[in-house]
């Protein structure tokens, strides 16, 4: 890791979607600050990134990380955690609050943050949960979260289940201007179910999960949104049924925006064919049908920020029965090439896709970040964008291996990231 005063990135394909700029061009840099962006007159002791060939963008922001401490360091770390984002280009996470113990008081708030402050790689902003113990029942103290350095709220790996209380945390969270997440699951559907509801779930015997128990909760919360007028954001979307819903409640100008994950846009249901667990997670791998609905919701721009879900497990956790085994995936390091593969499938352009990754889910944080704009911090990823390579778990710079991805063919190298002007990750270093 290099921490210099002053950087020249140089002679880069420099694409900043906030700022409408996709233009061969120089980033200057000094004490961790962008200084300019453009041909810019620098020091002489300026040192020197040679960006010929390179995207330059901002550092990608992934708005729904587990990040596992405190409480299960055994799956992960926040310094695991933060280094397989640093590799994937991704410079700031908001960690998700389902640790033990919950990230439901500004203690535990105080502790992520100094852990990140010591060890961390990339920048780290605790989502508080909406719920003490993500119970569902009595709320946190929104302000005090706040204070202590929360961004947003939610129980995600829970459902807020009961009506009254998602209305009366929409009702406190919209005096603070708060954002509340929903992983939107209808619990007595999902009930038993380990993978989507279809032909595959029968042929496989597996108890399946309805679409309908996502797009349900999603019904319901929009109406609690036009009672309330808080802000909602439904998190990992992956029906058509949700998506639909979304884009109606935006289309009358509710505060509703939605993220979709790599691997719902990626894969489908055939992907658990062989009870292959790193394809088990909540909510599942969906339909074909459902896989385009995104696809199509991607390029409309119903959806507002591609998210990882980023879910480290131990070997344990996986190497179970399909039932048994646990929910969730590993995405940090894979997140910017198969969203690219977005791109190259003409889904949307480059500029488009990464600003699904930066700007846009830095706003909806209220975090300044994801811009090259002069005076925000210098998190920047230099990556190129035709270098093929094949996912390989056993390379991966975190600590868990259950990516889904692994052996598949993608396009899109990550060759350095930097945090506020320093240099956390350079390939092959």
Same mark, same amino acid.
């Given at each position: 890791? #290099?921490?210099?005063?002053?950087?020249?990135?140089?002679?880069?394909?420099?694409?900043?979607?906030?700022?409408?700029?996709?233009?061969?061009?120089?980033?200057?840099?000094?004490?961790?600050?962008?200084?300019?962006?453009?041909?810019?007159?620098?020091?002489?002791?300026?040192?020197?990134?040679?960006?010929?060939?390179? /995207?330059?963008?901002?550092?990608?922001?992934?708005?729904?990380?587990?990040?596992?401490?405190?409480?299960?360091?055994?799956?992960?770390?926040?310094?695991?955690?933060?280094?397989?984002?640093?590799?994937?280009?991704? &410079?700031? /996470?908001?960690?998700?609050?389902?640790?033990?113990?919950?990230?439901?008081?500004?203690?535990?708030?105080? %502790?992520?943050?100094?852990?990140?402050?010591?060890?961390?790689?990339?920048?780290?902003?605790?989502?508080? =949960?909406?719920?003490?113990?993500?119970?569902?029942?009595?709320?946190?103290?929104?302000?005090?979260?706040?204070?202590?350095?929360?961004? #947003?709220?939610?129980?995600?790996?829970?459902?807020?289940?009961? @009506?009254?209380?998602?209305?009366?945390?929409?009702?406190?969270?919209?005096?603070?201007? =708060?954002? +509340?997440?929903? %992983?939107?699951?209808?619990?007595?559907?999902?009930?038993?179910?380990?993978?989507?509801?279809? /032909?595959?779930?029968?042929?496989?015997? +597996?108890?399946?999960?309805?679409?309908?128990?996502?797009?349900?909760?999603?019904?319901?919360?929009?109406?609690?949104?036009? +009672? &309330?007028?808080?802000?909602?954001?439904?998190?990992?979307?992956? &029906?058509?049924?949700?998506?639909?819903?979304?884009? !109606?409640?935006? =289309?009358?100008?509710?505060?509703?925006?939605? *993220?979709?994950?790599?691997?719902?846009?990626?894969?489908? *249901?055939?992907?658990?064919?062989?009870?292959? @667990?790193? =394809?088990?997670?909540?909510?599942?791998?969906?339909?074909?049908?459902?896989?385009?609905?995104?696809?199509? !919701?991607?390029?409309?721009?119903?959806?507002?920020?591609?998210?990882?879900?980023?879910?480290?497990?131990?070997?344990?956790?996986?190497?179970?029965?399909?039932?048994?085994?646990?929910?969730?995936?590993?995405?940090?390091?894979?997140?910017?090439?198969?969203?690219?593969?977005?791109?190259?499938?003409?889904?949307? @352009?480059?500029?488009?896709?990464?600003?699904?990754?930066?700007?846009?889910?830095?706003?909806?944080?209220?975090?300044?970040?994801?811009?090259?704009?002069?005076?925000?911090? #210098?998190?920047?990823?230099?990556?190129?964008?035709?270098?093929?390579?094949?996912?390989?778990?056993?390379?991966? %710079?975190?600590?868990?291996?259950?990516?889904?991805?692994?052996?598949?063919?993608?396009?899109?190298?990550?060759?350095?990231?930097?945090?506020?002007?320093?240099?956390?990750?350079?390939?092959?270093?």
């Amino acid at each position: 890791m #290099a921490a210099e005063t002053s950087w020249l990135i140089k002679g880069g394909r420099v694409i900043d979607p906030a700022n409408g700029r996709d233009e061969t061009a120089d980033v200057w840099i000094q004490e961790g600050r962008i200084m300019e962006v453009g041909r810019p007159e620098v020091p002489g002791d300026c040192r020197i990134i040679d960006a010929d060939g390179l /995207v330059v963008a901002p550092g990608l922001v992934d708005m729904h990380v587990h990040l596992r401490e405190p409480g299960y360091e055994y799956k992960g770390t926040i310094a695991s955690g933060t280094l397989s984002a640093a590799a994937g280009g991704v &410079t700031s /996470v908001a960690a998700m609050p389902n640790t033990r113990p919950v990230t439901d008081d500004p203690s535990v708030v105080g %502790h992520v943050l100094e852990k990140a402050r010591v060890g961390g790689f990339v920048n780290v902003f605790p989502i508080g =949960a909406i719920t003490k113990g993500l119970k569902g029942v009595e709320l946190t103290e929104f302000g005090l979260m706040l204070e202590a350095g929360c961004v #947003a709220f939610s129980d995600d790996g829970a459902t807020v289940a009961d @009506t009254g209380v998602m209305r009366r945390a929409l009702e406190y969270a919209r005096a603070f201007g =708060a954002l +509340l997440i929903q %992983h939107a699951e209808d619990p007595s559907l999902v009930s038993g179910g380990c993978m989507n509801e279809g /032909v595959t779930s029968s042929r496989l015997g +597996l108890p399946g999960i309805p679409a309908e128990s996502e797009s349900i909760m999603v019904d319901r919360d929009i109406r609690l949104v036009q +009672l &309330t007028g808080g802000r909602y954001h439904v998190a990992h979307l992956s &029906t058509a049924g949700a998506l639909e819903a979304v884009a !109606g409640a935006q =289309a009358k100008g509710l505060a509703v925006t939605c *993220e979709v994950a790599p691997h719902h846009f990626s894969l489908t *249901e055939e992907a658990v064919n062989g009870y292959d @667990t790193y =394809a088990k997670m909540a909510p599942p791998l969906r339909s074909e049908f459902d896989r385009n609905a995104l696809l199509e !919701g991607l390029a409309r721009g119903t959806v507002t920020a591609i998210a990882t879900d980023h879910a480290p497990h131990d070997e344990d956790s996986k190497k179970v029965e399909f039932c048994c085994a646990a929910n969730g995936v590993v995405g940090l390091e894979t997140l910017l090439p198969v969203s690219l593969e977005l791109v190259s499938g003409g889904v949307m @352009t480059l500029s488009s896709c990464l600003s699904l990754m930066t700007w846009k889910p830095a706003r909806l944080l209220g975090i300044r970040r994801g811009e090259l704009t002069p005076g925000f911090a #210098a998190d920047v990823v230099l990556f190129d964008l035709n270098e093929g390579w094949q996912v390989d778990s056993n390379r991966l %710079h975190g600590s868990a291996r259950n990516t889904p991805f692994h052996g598949r063919r993608v396009r899109g190298r990550v060759k350095k990231t930097l945090v506020g002007g320093r240099i956390v990750f350079e390939e092959g270093q």
